[in-house]
């Protein structure tokens, strides 16, 4: 997915592509709520990954091409934002309706992004980078950018799946630890899911924020380095209060550094890439990050069943490789993103400094 709507973003603009990648997963999850097999739910399901796929990296490239540079890091903590905040609506709308409207209605519920394309439509122009490259006839093929820009896309898929390792090893099981381990009732793990969201929200902002003035990559690392004295009140502590402030704190930080990289992954690829190669390495990192569960799972089954230790100990390791990875990367604030087709830049100068 990500390939496929990031080279038609390429070739034919950002807000059509986006327009058809929300029309596009739309259909499938309508049809996934119609299915009459399990077979036909899982071809479903595969094609609407195909769709959900592509959704970050138009999605990011038409926002941050868009902004002023000086807004970049506010608005990429805001973007990235977005996902808790999708993660808090849809855990209040399962609390609210699913007893009524059951898994079907559920995934009726999952087509309503579909009332945006009116607004995006109307409301959200092109990507004014994309524009001035289509009036320059700029190259956008896709092989020659990864065959010059190989070490940067293996290092991008590396810390990708860092920091998919990074937020799913802190959200994946925790519910299930604090069912399990603690014992708490859906009732109060869901309003511990609420305010970790929230958190969640807050930390992308600020560390966004914080990426204008600091850098992008201290900003990261920051944050990563300030979720490991959280561990032991995250995933040590007892008590429904000291539990869910640990929560707090931790959703804090990881998608604190989270909101740092919309922005960062834009400034760093070469422009006639900027709509594929982003979400190609988030959605590879996140593949590799996929075991995340089981791995989880296998350590916590090897330490009789204690979930706060496999979650401490994957948390714990990939927020040490964040900082160390992302150490050795390149800093890109004040970073210009132009319409310059910068593949014909050296590997260290992919973007040029204010």
Known sequence: GA??????????????????NILFFTVFELLSAWSPTFMAFLIFRVMYGVAMGGIWGVASSLAMETIPDRSRGLMSGIFQAGYPCGYLFASVIFGLFYSMVGWRGMFLIGALPVVLLPYIWFKVPESPVWLAARARKGNTALLPVLRKQWKLCLYLVLVMAFFNFFSHGTQDLYPTFLKMQHGFDPHLISIIAIFYNIAAMLGGIFYGTLSERIGRKKAIMIAAFLALPVLPLWAFSSGSFTIGLGAFLMQFMVQGAWGVVPTWLNELVPANARAVLPGFVYQLGNLLASVNATLQARIAETHGGNYGLAMAIVAGAVAILICVFVAFGRETRGVVISGTDSDALPESAIGHRT
Do not use: D, Q, S, V
């Open 3 to 20: 390939l496929l709507f990031g080279r038609m973003a390429e070739k034919y603009g950002r807000r059509p592509i986006l327009m058809l």
